[in-house]
Structure formats: structure tokens, C-alpha cells
């Protein structure tokens, strides 16, 4: 018999398996100093474009003055126990009452993270006899809910309004046969490739189909919308979401997430979220710090106004330049550039070393083969001569991998590779 762990050290797993070729440099480098438009890295001053810090909260003054006040007062023990049972207090009252608001919903219920909510609220929204219909591209999180339901389950098209409808069609046959109802799900903002989810025209499909639609707003939460409320203000359509979810990971700079919805709906989920009931509460301090950030979101449209200039100013300047940026339609900035694995790290590297740009990298499986993305992440602490080292280093490595120079730097390692 085999043991257990035989299978650990025969197979790293897809990624575990570049560990000595890309441990502490591509995959879990250590970037220090105070999160910023420029941090360290290893030693050197990087401009960063790889933090989802959109509005520039994370190190703001009165920011930290208001987490290191809560930590002083509260300790990070506190709540102890779960919400239901001894984890409850004004704070998260008021704060959930004040994201409803945000939102423009009538409810709102507090998740200690992000992930595990999602997973727990699919779970709670669906019995078996219940159908999930979900974009083929939708975040881990979504497809860990999703491997939960004990009923069917369609994926659609990346973002494809025929394939949406036709899984709605075969979604409304297998309901008529189960006797349940129809959950579709979607990202506000998908956030590799930084499309908008196509909310406005699911919505327009309620009236031919019967479903409830939940969205994954991470990174529209703060960035879209007049008032800052998300990917279904900005498409007009926040009214008609009926679970809307956002993670105060990304433009609230913090830990934490949150799901608003019907006061109703929000009343069953607070019973039912498995991930909330059998789990500590969110910590006082980071319900004490997202009062402080919201209220920033409310009171400071600056932010995200200077978000959006830099997001433009950047994305603007790269298409100047010939830059393949996709199909985005958010901050988040993908730039698509042709060559294998040992090129994108060859080119990573100088972008680094030489040029002080420090940004993620995504290469095959998660892409086409031959594709690399470079991800940047704009925020309003970024600057206009961040945009524009950042624009001439992108020029000279766009230069340097079509002159094959990556390609020769890379040979020994793209033959140790296989490529
Ligand atoms: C689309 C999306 N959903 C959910 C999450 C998870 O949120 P959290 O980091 O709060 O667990 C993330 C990442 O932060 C995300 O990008």
C-alpha cells in the first residue's frame, strides 16, 4: 500500500513544481516597507503595481492612527467566539448597518474573510435540488462554493451573453424537473483580465428567466459606481442583484468582507453561513478600521477621482504605445505580450533588476500558452512619474524581448524547462 504522502514528494503539484526556479522572487517575494506606490524589494526601491490598495488607504495617516487606536483599545482577541454566540457587538451592527447603506441595499451581514464567505453563502443560497449557473472564469472562491451544491451545476462562456442564456434555458428545464430555483453567479470585475461582468444584460434576462443573481464585487467595491458602490452602480443595475458581495481586501486596504442583500435574505443568511457560525467573529479592530475607511469612501470622492486619473493616465499611455491591454473595462491592467515561461521570467527580471518596476506575472496554465500578462494594479497613491518610468520601462522590454535577447538569456533554463 502506498503511503499518503508518496504522492507529495513524487509531484509538487502544477505550481509547487517551479518552487526552486521561482520561490522568493516570482512567487512569494517579500516586499517591505509601508504599502505604497514604492516599496522594497530585495533591497532595491520598486515602483508597486501588484497591491489591490486602490484608493491609497492602506498607509494613509489617519488610517493607521484609527487601527492602531482600535488595536490599543480592543486587543486583537476581541470578540471572542462567533458571532451567534458571543461574538456580537454594537460596532458590527453599525458597521453593517453603514455598508447596507453604501450599497444601496436594505441588509448587510459581516464575514470574517472574504473566501470562506463566498463559499458559505453559495452554500447557504442553494439546496439540491437547486441549479448554479456561474462564468467559466469566476474566482477560486466561487468554484469551492460551488463544488459544495449537491445539485447541478452549468458553467457558461467567460462573460458570453449567448452562453449565459443558453445555460439558462437548460438550467430552467432541469429546474422544471427538480422543482428548485436558479442561481447565477457572477464577478462585478473579473480580476485578472479587468472586464466588467456583463450584470446590465443578465439582468435584462430576468424578465424571459427565473433566477436570483449574486455578484462577486472584489474589485468594483470602491472603484465603480457614482458614489463608489460597485460594478451594478456603474452599469445601473445595483437595484437588481440580489445578493451582492465585497471583500474589504482590495480598495478598503484591511481584512474582512461582507454580503448585503434583502433584509430577508440577509435574516436567513445570518442563521445558515456555516462560516460565520462555526468561526470567530471579525476582530474589533478591523470592524473599528472599515467604519474609518468607509466613511472615507463616503466623504473623500477625491480618491477614487485621483484612482481614476492614474488608471487612465496609465492605461491611456500603454495603448499610446501600442500596448495589448485586452478587454478591460476597470483599474485592473492587464499588458499581453508574446513569449514562453523563460522569456516572461528573463523579462520579469530586468523589469526588477533594472528598470525598478515590480508587478505580477501570469503565464500558461492560467493563460494560453506563449501569452504573458503583466498585471498592474493602479492606485491613487501613484504618481505621474510612476506612470511614466513605468511606460519607458515597458517600452525597453517590449524591445528587448522582440530582439530575442530574452530568448538567448533564457535558453539554459527553457531547455531545463522542457519549452
Ligand atoms: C474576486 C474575489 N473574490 C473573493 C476574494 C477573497 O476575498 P478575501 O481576500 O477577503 O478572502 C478575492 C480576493 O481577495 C477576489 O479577488
Request: hydrophobic share 40%; aromatic share 8%.
Amino acid at each position: 500500500m502506498r503511503d499518503l504522502f508518496d504522492k507529495i514528494y513524487e509531484d509538487k503539484g502544477p505550481l509547487g513544481k517551479w518552487a526552486d526556479q521561482a520561490e522568493g522572487y516570482f512567487v512569494f517575494p517579500k516586499l517591505e516597507g509601508p504599502i505604497s506606490n514604492r516599496m522594497k524589494f530585495q533591497g532595491r526601491e520598486v515602483v508597486t503595481w501588484s497591491i489591490n490598495d486602490y484608493l491609497g488607504l492602506a498607509n494613509m495617516e489617519e488610517v493607521r492612527k484609527v487601527d492602531a487606536e482600535a488595536a490599543a483599545a480592543y486587543g486583537s482577541a476581541y470578540p471572542m467566539g462567533a458571532r451567534m454566540m458571543s461574538g456580537h457587538t454594537d460596532l458590527h451592527e453599525q458597521l453593517q448597518n453603514e455598508l447596507a447603506e453604501f450599497v444601496h441595499k436594505e441588509a448587510a451581514y459581516l464575514l470574517n474573510f472574504g473566501y470562506q464567505g463566498m463559499v458559505s453563502t453559495i452554500d447557504a443560497l442553494v439546496s439540491k435540488d437547486d441549479i448554479i449557473v456561474y462564468d467559466v472564469d469566476a474566482h477560486a472562491c466561487i468554484i469551492d462554493g460551488v463544488r459544495l451544491h449537491q445539485g447541478q451545476r452549468y458553467t457558461y462562456r467567460h462573460n458570453d451573453i449567448e452562453s449565459i442564456e443558453k445555460n439558462l434555458m437548460r438550467a430552467t428545464r432541469m429546474a422544471q424537473k427538480t422543482g428548485g430555483g436558479i442561481l447565477l453567479i457572477s464577478e462585478g470585475v473579473f480580476g485578472m483580465r479587468g472586464e466588467q461582468g456583463r450584470l446590465k444584460e443578465i439582468v435584462a434576462l430576468k424578465e424571459k428567466y427565473n433566477f436570483r443573481l449574486f455578484v462577486d464585487d472584489a474589485h468594483g467595491f470602491g472603484t465603480l459606481g457614482a458614489t463608489g458602490a460597485g460594478a451594478g452602480e456603474e452599469q445601473g443595475v445595483q437595484g437588481e442583484i440580489d445578493v451582492y458581495f465585497a471583500t474589504f481586501a482590495k480598495s478598503m486596504a484591511s481584512t474582512g468582507a461582507f454580503i448585503a442583500a434583502d433584509q430577508e435574505i440577509i435574516d436567513y443568511l445570518k442563521y445558515n453561513l456555516r462560516s460565520q457560525m462555526f468561526a470567530k467573529s471579525l476582530q474589533m479592530q478591523l470592524v473599528v478600521g472599515a467604519l474609518k475607511r468607509l466613511d472615507m469612501l463616503r466623504t473623500m470622492p477625491e480618491l477614487k477621482a485621483k484612482l481614476w486619473e492614474n488608471v487612465n493616465a496609465l492605461q491611456n499611455g500603454l495603448r499610446d504605445r501600442g500596448f495589448d491591454l485586452g478587454t478591460t473595462q476597470s483599474c485592473v491592467t492587464p499588458v499581453y505580450l508574446k513569449g514562453s515561461i523563460p522569456e516572461a521570467m528573463a523579462l520579469v527580471k530586468d523589469l526588477r533588476e533594472n528598470h525598478g518596476i515590480f508587478c505580477s506575472i501570469v503565464v500558461y496554465p492560467v493563460i494560453p500558452k506563449g501569452l504573458i500578462l503583466l498585471r498592474l494594479i493602479p492606485t491613487a497613491s501613484h504618481t505621474m512619474q510612476d506612470i511614466e518610468e513605468t511606460l519607458n520601462a515597458f517600452s525597453a522590454i517590449r524591445e528587448t524581448l522582440e530582439n530575442g535577447t530574452y530568448k538567448r538569456m533564457s535558453a539554459a533554463l527553457a531547455e531545463a524547462m522542457g519549452e
